[in-house]
């Protein structure tokens, strides 16, 4: 069946340095894949969507890869700040192993960044 | 939250009893999803829908139901809660579920649900 990992270990790092956070998956063929950021006690907000032959992708002081070889995506925060602290979640969007299309949510990873 | 309300935002019943949930969205979005999220398993679909009286089942959708009788409001109902339906539960809306710049979800506060 499908599987997505995500580093279920807090990522602690300083102010100012460049967060990466790591989205693994197997079974899978996504069409895209999607980040989304979630504040303890709130629902999870979008942050950027990657098509499968989109090698990167930028916004502002976010950048996210999808190697679809190695079924890896990598989201990186750079010059990250105290509010970034999150979860950031990873999702992968298309058609299912049961025939539906649907995006299928990782675990997340916690990044705790340190003043 | 993207015109997304959920109610009750917190509810504590009992094993057994019936449990409707509630998502009212004012954005006109297609698509609606009932999500259920538990520490180690991150967001579970239950349950879809891609347009009034039209729904799928999700990943973990036994033991609930939903109906959709307009755009804007989705229902979850467990029919009989038991205490493993202990969870946060998100609702969400979307354009589109193709691989367009529209598929992005939004979604609602979340409704913390405790089953004794």
């Known amino acids: 069946s499908q599987k997505i990992e995500q580093n279920s270990e807090a990522l602690n790092i300083q102010e100012g340095k460049t967060a990466t956070l790591t989205c693994n998956y197997t079974?899978?063929?996504?069409?895209?894949l999607q980040w989304y950021r979630q504040d303890p006690g709130r629902g999870p907000v979008f942050l950027l969507l990657?098509?499968?032959?989109?090698k990167e992708k930028r916004k502002e002081r976010l950048k996210v890869t999808f190697d679809t070889t190695l079924k890896q995506s990598l989201f990186h925060i750079t010059a990250s700040q105290p509010a970034d602290s999150a979860t950031y979640l990873c999702?992968?969007?298309?058609?299912?192993?049961?025939?539906?299309?649907?995006?299928?949510f990782g675990s997340g990873t916690r990044l705790q960044v340190q003043p | 939250d993207a015109g997304i309300t959920q109610s009750p935002r917190h509810k504590v019943t009992e094993t057994g009893t019936p449990v409707t949930l509630r998502c009212h969205q004012t954005?006109?979005?297609?698509?609606m999803y009932w999500y259920r999220q538990d520490p180690g398993h991150g967001l579970r679909l239950i349950h879809y829908?891609?347009?009034?009286?039209?729904?799928d089942k999700g990943e973990v959708s036994d033991g609930y139901s939903v109906s959709r009788s307009k755009t804007e409001d989705f229902l979850l109902t467990l029919e009989s809660a038991t205490s493993s339906q202990t969870s946060v539960y998100f609702c969400?809306?979307?354009?589109?579920?193709?691989?367009?710049?529209?598929?992005?979800?939004?979604f609602g506060p979340g409704t913390r649900l405790t089953v004794l």
């Open positions: 999702a992968l969007g298309g058609v299912m192993d049961t025939g539906r299309r649907a995006l299928t």
């Open positions: 969400a809306i979307s354009e589109s579920l193709a691989s367009g710049d529209n598929n992005e979800q939004f």
């Open positions: 990657i098509r499968e032959n989109e």
């Open positions: 954005e006109n979005h297609r698509y």
């Open positions: 829908s891609y347009g009034v009286k039209d729904t």
């Open positions: 079974n899978y063929s996504p069409a895209y």
